[in-house]
């Protein structure tokens, strides 16, 4: 929600930079819109676990996670840019792609 609202503050908090530009705001906006959107389908099959399009929500979430660690984990390295929040919130995209991961597994056990 924080970049749908507000990303200059998360760019900030994540690489330690600012969005000063209209067009990095606007597409940093449309941004957290598809991200608000993905957690509202999420949110609202929370209670089916068995149906194919549960498995398709976490297999895009696993997408995302996994997308956004490398693009998180490469600015950080190779880019230079790191803010304060930037290796927690990278431990926490690591982490949820490996529960989607183990649940994409189960759910196909079954």
Do not use: E
Request: glycine fraction near 10%; charged fraction near 10%.
């Amino acid at each position: 929600m924080l970049l749908l609202t507000f990303p200059s503050i998360l760019s900030g908090i994540l690489l330690g930079s600012s969005l000063d530009a209209p067009a990095a705001l606007t597409i940093a906006r449309i941004a957290g819109a598809a991200i608000f959107a993905l957690g509202v389908a999420c949110w609202l099959n929370r209670n089916d676990v068995q149906s194919k399009a549960a498995r398709g929500l976490v297999a895009a979430l696993l997408i995302y996670n996994a997308g956004i660690s490398v693009v998180l984990i490469h600015a950080g390295l190779r880019s230079g840019l790191s803010g304060i929040g930037l290796w927690s919130v990278v431990t926490v995209h690591i982490s949820m792609s490996v529960w989607c991961i183990v649940n994409l597994n189960i759910k196909r056990s079954k």
